[in-house]
């Protein structure tokens, strides 16, 4: 059995971590201008995407090497030249001298995510639906902006104003190392994506989305279905996914044997 500890919250958070580090390199290759770029900071990843973008903070500060003073100053540092937030996402397994220094350099918690994991070794993984007309696979090189375009559109009825980030994400992830674009269809149209990424026996779970018209068909749960069976396949022993706290992503992952690591912050400096 699996503990939720500091070498659980590592691997966790490390895997998150180059998954976005992926991203980044990705539009970096695709749109050179953008200055996309990441670099480590004591353990952390500090990650620039554009000055608007969510994967524009850092992952693992503290879990990995004890942050110091000049270590927040050199992030901030990074962070301010390229005229842009300055944001943390950091697990409570990190040290607790880090808080005290936060706090003292102006930071406050303004967000929190329920960060779930189960073992892929010691469950049945989930089958789709039984008479389930839905189908799932991996995208092909060529339908990139065909799965962005779907998942944006599993977006606007519930948050339009992230509509144009969700399509811009599916286009740049289809160039990500080491993800994989999952769509679910029926009756030959696209109704839902998912994607995956996996790092040293990690699956990181992200990029749910289904279309208005193709809701309460079981989507969701056989593009879990196949990509948990497909992480197994490919050597990973755990599972992780990211969701608002009591929210109805974190109940349906526990319905489907998905454990709380811990609850996650966001910092920002306010000052």
């Not at 943390?88 to 303004?110: D, K, N, T, V």
């Not at 349906?252 to 400096?269: C, P, S």
Request: charged content about 15%.
């Amino acid at each position: 059995m699996i503990f939720s500890d500091l070498p659980l919250a590592q691997r966790l958070e490390r895997t998150e971590a180059n998954s976005n580090a992926a991203f980044v390199e990705a539009r970096a290759r695709l749109h050179p201008a953008s200055g996309a770029e990441w670099r480590e900071v004591a353990g952390a990843y500090a990650m620039f995407d554009g000055p608007d973008s969510p994967l524009t903070q850092t992952f693992g500060l503290g879990l990995f090497a004890e942050a110091t003073a000049d270590d927040l100053g050199e992030i901030e540092a990074f962070f301010a030249a390229r005229h842009a937030p300055v944001l943390h996402e950091i697990s409570p397994l990190a040290p607790a001298s880090l808080w005290p220094l936060l706090h003292a350099r102006g930071y406050q918690p303004i967000e929190f995510t329920s960060v779930l994991y189960q073992e892929l070794t010691a469950i049945a993984l989930p089958e789709p639906p039984p008479g389930s007309a839905v189908r799932v696979r991996i995208i092909g090189p060529d339908e990139a902006d065909a799965w962005a375009e779907t998942a944006a559109a599993g977006w606007q009825s519930e948050a339009p104003e992230l509509t144009g980030f969700i399509r811009e994400l599916g286009q740049i992830s289809a160039h990500s190392v080491g993800v994989s674009s999952f769509v679910a269809e029926a009756a030959g149209q696209l109704i839902a994506t998912a994607g995956l990424y996996m790092h040293e026996g990690v699956a990181l779970l992200a990029g749910a989305s289904t279309v208005p018209a193709g809701r309460r068909q079981g989507a969701q749960a056989a593009l879990l279905a196949a990509r948990l069976q497909h992480a197994a396949a490919h050597g990973c022993t755990l599972a992780t996914m990211g969701a608002l706290p009591g929210g109805q992503s974190q109940r349906n992952a526990e319905r489907r044997g998905f454990r709380i690591a811990y609850t996650r912050a966001k910092w920002q400096l306010l000052r």
